[in-house]
C-alpha cells in the first residue's frame, strides 16, 4: 500500500467532531513498514491529538525508530503543513533529508523535507554540555 493510500484511508477514521477538519498520515521507516495516524480531537482542545503525532506513536509502539519519508492529507483548499509541534516530532525520527509530502483530498501536491519543514532545529546536541 501506498503512503497516499494509507494515509487517505486513515484520514476517515480522524475524530474531529469540532472542526470536522479530518487529518490522516502515514510514514514509512526505514525498513519500510508503514505506520498511520490521524487526527483525535478533544473538547479540551489543548488536548487532541495529530495525525502526524499519531503515525509517530504507532511507529514507536511498533518497534520503530527512524523515520524515512512521511506523507499528510487533509481536504482543504492546499496541501497543509504539519504543525510546529509536530514539525519537531518528525524530525526527532527522520534525516533532514527524509521526504515530506503535503496532499489535498483534490490531488495537489506538495514535496519538501523535513530541513525545509524546519531549519534551526533543536536536538540532542543541543543539550550536550562541552
Do not use: W
Not at 493510500?5 to 470536522?20: L, Q
Not at 515530506?100 to 519543514?117: I, K, S
Amino acid at each position: 500500500m501506498s503512503l497516499l493510500e494509507a494515509a487517505t484511508a486513515v484520514r476517515e477514521n480522524a475524530y474531529a467532531p469540532y472542526s470536522r477538519f479530518k487529518v490522516g498520515a502515514a510514514v514509512r521507516t526505514v525498513t519500510g513498514a508503514v505506520h498511520v495516524g490521524c487526527n483525535v480531537e478533544n473538547a479540551a482542545y489543548p488536548e487532541g491529538t495529530c495525525a502526524e503525532a499519531g503515525a509517530i506513536a504507532a511507529m514507536v509502539a511498533a518497534g520503530g525508530t527512524r523515520i524515512a519519508e512521511i506523507l499528510v492529507i487533509a481536504d482543504s483548499a492546499e496541501p497543509v503543513p504539519p504543525c510546529g509541534g509536530c514539525r519537531q516530532k518528525i524530525a526527532e525520527f527522520a534525516p533532514p533529508e527524509a521526504a515530506v509530502t503535503l496532499c489535498t483530498t483534490a490531488g495537489q501536491e506538495v514535496r519538501t523535507t523535513v530541513a525545509a519543514l524546519l531549519p534551526g532545529v533543536f536536538t540532542a546536541a543541543h543539550m550536550d554540555r562541552a
